[in-house]
């Protein structure tokens, strides 16, 4: 312990003098580039990582959640505009990004001791995973649906009547947020006994 | 090896009337339309486009009393399996509230000794065994189904 403070006693000491060897300018470019560096790298890691490839690099990904979203409306439709695994699983503002990824470190925890590395361990975890991300998009208001799908936008005279009236009585009024019904849409659902659907009143409204 | 390819020829020219009579009948039929039954399988009849779901939440009247009801919306993706049964998310007894959809008639509650249950019977779980949605295809074959009312009106054969 006494070897230590001391220790971080003379880096103190190096740290808080002017350099002697070094000239202002060569410090003040170099710590200017090395930051540009640092930070671009960051970066590039951080969106490598925010990509589909990346996700279904790992089997777990590629052969569960993947296959089932090749079917859905989110992956094939008339018009090919498609959801990627981050538009919806990671938030786009980078404050909750980066808190997500910090979360995610727990992912690369059951990646390498194979949490669900065989098709009965996903779906025997699959109701836990689901309602992480349920949870998640219920308390912030459905962010990554809204990325896309905004109630402003929303011309619900182009909806079949039943749309329509579900969403001027629960979307519109604020009552409930989109994941409340949309469960389920872009992947197989879990077990869902005890899971009320969202037009029930026994869902907490938001 | 000389042998080999002596064999190999005679082989060709015995088989060259069969070659050449499967050439002249892939060439001699014209890709006429056939709209169904058997065709030639030499032939290849384009495929008719896709027909358009029909889903505007109009309900259509039942032909005979104990025609199961049209769905008339979407059920893209709609999951029915041991986890989930999507249409009862709806049309289930205590979900036609929030939903304001019709509820599963009283018939779907009873096994099959007639015992009434509390939820769905088991025999009556897969909606989509009975219930369809319907597209705007046009019939192949024509019907001349009557309801009963028009039967007993004395309307003409083929009068709807």
């Not at chain 2, 509230?97 to 000794?113: L, N, Y």
């Amino acid at each position: 312990m006494k070897g230590l403070l001391s220790l971080a006693g003379r880096f103190w000491r190096v740290f808080s003098r002017p350099s002697v060897h070094f000239s202002l300018g060569f410090l003040t470019l170099g710590g200017f580039l090395a930051g540009v560096m640092f930070w671009g790298g960051f970066n590039t890691a951080l969106e490598v990582t925010n990509k589909e490839a990346f996700c279904i690099s790992c089997h777990e990904m590629k052969n569960n959640p993947y296959e089932e979203l090749k079917q859905t409306i989110h992956f094939t439709n008339r018009s090919g505009v498609r959801a990627t695994c981050p538009d919806c699983h990671v938030p786009h503002d980078w404050t909750h990004k980066i808190g997500r990824k910090m979360q995610a470190s727990k992912e690369v925890w059951g990646k390498i001791f194979g949490t669900i590395d065989t098709r009965e361990k996903f779906l025997d975890k699959r109701l836990e995973l689901a309602t992480h991300e349920w949870e998640r998009l219920k308390s912030n208001n459905s962010l990554e649906c809204r990325n896309c799908h905004s109630a402003e936008s929303m011309d619900i005279t182009r909806q079949n009547p039943r749309a329509a009236k579900m969403h001027e009585t629960y979307l519109f009024t604020g009552e409930r947020t989109c994941i409340d019904c949309h469960k389920g849409i872009a992947h197989r659902l879990p077990d869902m006994k005890g899971v009320e659907p969202g037009w029930n009143g026994t869902v907490s409204a938001k | 090896m000389k042998t080999r390819i002596t064999f190999a020829a005679l082989a060709l020219a015995a088989a060259m009337p069969l070659l050449v009579s499967g050439v002249f009948a892939a060439d001699g039929a014209a890709p006429a339309k056939v709209p169904s039954g058997p065709h030639p399988i030499t032939q290849e009849i384009p495929a008719d486009p896709m027909a358009k779901e029909i889903t505007d939440d109009h309900k259509r009247a039942r032909n005979y009393a104990d025609q199961p009801p049209l769905i008339p919306h979407a059920i893209r993706d709609y999951q029915i399996d041991l986890n989930i049964n999507k249409c009862m998310t709806c049309h289930d007894r205590k979900n036609t509230e929030g939903s304001q959809a019709p509820m599963i008639s009283v018939t779907h509650f009873q096994d099959r000794d007639g015992q009434t249950l509390g939820a769905v019977s088991p025999r009556r779980y897969f909606c989509t065994q009975c219930h369809v949605p319907q597209t705007d295809a046009q019939p192949i074959v024509g019907n001349r189904f009557r309801d009963i009312d028009s039967i007993l009106a004395g309307g003409k054969e083929g009068a709807k």
